[in-house]
């Protein structure tokens, strides 16, 4: 069994976990694959940034699990429920303490105004002060299901419009189409994707794809329904689970996230597309 950098699951107060795994998590992709189209081009960080950058946050975390007000008040102030923003507002607050990495950020949400045409927005413009350059990132927290075979073209969202192949595609070809932003030319663009791959339960004879990030945790996916073992996860726990179990075992299964009581072992279960009377348990 491979052993993951896993070190949100060391914090009690679910808010800090979720923080710990904005910050430490390696991106789901460690290389950009090579069937997609690239117009504007763009870079992710590997997986010894993100352990850094936790190395050097963790006195700041050790104090927020003590006292999380100052993060629960920061992400009280989004009134959305969408993991996206809600990841989205966890990388800002991690920005905004200065103090522990060594970016200035330079702006948040930055939109691209032509005229009365709003031609897109930035989510995040930094100063790299140890390479003094101008970064633009964009952040996203995303989880595909891998359907037929593991090509870029066949890992789908809970929404079946919302893919891999067409999330990529929308970086390259849209929000990284700008040269400047608030006065400042931008030299670098950075993608962070984060959250989790899922593949087809019990299918183990293909290869992963080489741009899959072998570091990060794969779960299952699958129109079984196991009778033992599993409780459903909440909505926020997407990102990262509660300390203590924040739900009974599985009895009654709907469409979700659920995880093995005891073991780090993560299964989204989606109800079959023709429903049949005798569905049976595992």
Known sequence: MPIF???WLLYKQPIVRQLAFTIASPNILQNIPDELDLRHTFELHQPDFWSTQYLRYQPRLKQLDENPQALIDFISRLKSTRLGLRFEHLMWF???????????????SIQIIDGRNTLGELDFLLFNKNTQSIEHWEVALKFYLAEANFSLE??????????LQRKLHHFSHKQFQFEQAKGYSIQQRFVVLKGQLYTPHLKTNETTPFWLNSTRRLGTWGYTLFDKDYYRLQRQEWICHDLALSSDEAKWWTNGLYRHIDQE?????RQAPTLCTNVKYM
């Not at 991690?94 to 948040?108: F, I, R, T, V």
């Open 5 to 7: 950098f896993e070190p």
């Open 94 to 108: 991690w920005l905004c303490d200065a103090e522990y990495h060594d970016y200035e950020l330079l702006g948040h």
């Open 154 to 163: 066949h890992w789908y969202g809970l929404n079946r419009s919302d893919t």
């Open 265 to 269: 072992r993560y299964y989204m279960f």
